[in-house]
């Protein structure tokens, strides 16, 4: 069982930045991501990260976000730089304990889940 818990998300205008944190109760070297839901839209991939380094990013983040981790305190992060209206979602950090990669990259489906904490941007 992995807890993940998220924070850091905020309301911001467009071309602004935020910085996600997602907090893991445990080891957290295998494959990690966030992930986005928007209002009457399924859930999508955002960015992964493996137990390597190696990242995956959705086309539409690609060179605005990047994602990272910190080992040492499990926590997985996400810079959102150059934020976009179409960026207002609800965040959630995903994991898949037990896999050293992001099988599919971005498009992985995780086992456990954070509660997801909201991004809202503003033209």
């Known amino acids: 069982q992995v807890e993940l818990v998220e924070s850091g998300g905020g309301s911001v205008q467009a071309g602004g930045s935020l910085r996600l944190s997602c907090q893991a109760s445990?080891?957290?070297?295998?494959?990690m991501g966030w992930f986005r839901q928007a209002p009457g839209k399924e859930r999508e991939g955002v960015a992964v990260i493996d137990e390597y380094g190696s990242t995956s990013y959705a086309d539409s983040v690609s060179g605005r976000f990047t994602i990272s981790k910190d080992n040492a305190k499990d926590i997985l992060y996400l810079q959102m730089n150059d934020l976009k209206p179409e960026d207002t979602a609800m965040y959630y950090c995903?994991?898949?304990?037990?896999?050293?990669?992001?099988?599919?990259?971005?498009?992985?489906?995780?086992?456990?889940w954070g509660q997801g904490t909201q991004v809202t941007v503003s033209s």
């Open positions: 445990r080891y957290s070297r295998y494959c």
């Open positions: 995903g994991a898949t304990p037990g896999t050293s990669y992001c099988y599919g990259g971005y498009t992985v489906k995780p086992n456990y």
